[in-house]
């Protein structure tokens, strides 16, 4: 029996705005999609569960540099919860651990109960988690049997509502900040009508800056695959697609090969903080801080931006040859 070739990675770099199916973890979508891709590096932007669906972008190459601040980004995500049955992991896929009736529950009582729910809350992670403990995440924990007291931090709710209801069902829209855990809300909510709930479906709708995302599925990629690598690459969006929510500052030759160096060079006044800087092409050069004198630092910078610093070299006017998006 022949074995499977072995894949040949190349140099890739841009975003897929992938809309993950059920069943599979965050890490594995992504590894199946880099294969197709042959990308020699990427990275997700934040777990969503197996049982989850939807917006899952995908980082490759340089745009890896940029996976932090999409991670941290505000989310929206639509969620169906079933009222009058608690799981250990807070979600269909786990397994049941208390029933409960679910009362007779009108639009006040159940609009009371989500009321606390949003805003700046203290929210407790759950058990069978990715967060870490020790170095070890905490469903490593959860499936040995070991004790575990979920943590508790700090998350925002910036909207929470019912959007329909059919009997112990209720379809949420959840819109929240980073590390906001959809099913903790669903098991806080079920809590308090005094019934418990859970997960049964979750799928993240949106994810900041792309807020009307044009997602693609694993089976639409696996067809594109057979038309060969340049239909893939046409799915990827540019690394300045995922800075879309910063300021631009835009620097001339001399300063652009004076960031790349590292150095620091006068900028445009704005407010102090983090901005996208690009070169004189309108290509994005990376990510500066601004201080309070207008003064621009360098801080995470694409191999593009540093390559144009270097001695000898020429402002860098073309993309790399090996770019594929």
């Known amino acids: 029996m022949s074995k499977k070739p072995r894949t040949v990675f190349r140099a890739l770099d841009g975003l897929l705005l992938l809309d993950k199916p059920p069943g599979l973890s965050s890490n594995q979508a992504l590894q199946q999609v880099r294969h197709l891709f042959r990308a020699d590096k990427g990275g997700h932007t934040g777990s969503l569960d197996p049982l989850a669906t939807g917006l899952l972008p995908l980082c490759f190459g340089e745009a890896t540099k940029i996976a932090g601040l999409l991670l941290g980004a505000r989310k929206a995500y639509e969620t169906e919860a079933v009222l009058g049955a608690v799981t250990d992991t807070d979600d269909a896929d786990g397994a049941i651990l208390l029933e409960r009736p679910v009362p007779e529950l009108d639009e006040a009582t159940i609009e009371a109960a989500l009321a606390p729910l949003r805003g700046e809350i203290r929210q407790r ?61 669903v098991r806080d909510l079920g809590e308090t009508l005094g019934c418990g709930a859970h997960v049964a479906t979750l799928r993240r709708l949106w994810v900041e800056p792309f807020a009307q995302p044009r997602m693609i599925t694993l089976d639409e990629l696996r067809a594109l695959a057979e038309q060969g ?41 704005g407010e102090p903080g983090l901005v996208a800087v690009f070169g004189e092409d309108g290509r994005c050069l990376g990510l500066g801080q601004r201080d309070d004198r207008q003064r621009l630092q360098p801080q995470r910078l694409f191999r593009w931006a540093v390559l144009s610093g270097s001695p000898g070299a020429a402002a860098a006017t073309e993309p790399p040859a090996d770019t594929g998006g």
Not at 233 to 262: N, S
Request: contains cysteine; aromatic residues 4%.
């Open 125 to 185: 992670a759950p058990i069978y988690s990715a967060l870490k403990q020790g170095g070890e995440p905490l469903y490593a924990k959860a499936r040995r049997g070991e004790a575990i007291e979920a943590p508790e931090r700090d998350v925002s709710v910036h909207a929470l509502r019912v959007i329909e209801r059919d009997g112990a069902r209720l379809r949420l829209h959840v819109e929240c900040g980073s590390g906001t855990y959809v099913r903790s809300l």
């Open 229 to 269: 690598e340049a239909a893939l690459d046409a799915c990827l969006l540019p690394i300045e697609a995922g800075l879309a929510g910063f300021e631009r500052v835009q620097l001339d030759a001399q300063a652009q090969r004076r960031i790349g160096y590292g150095q620091s060079v006068d900028c445009a006044e």
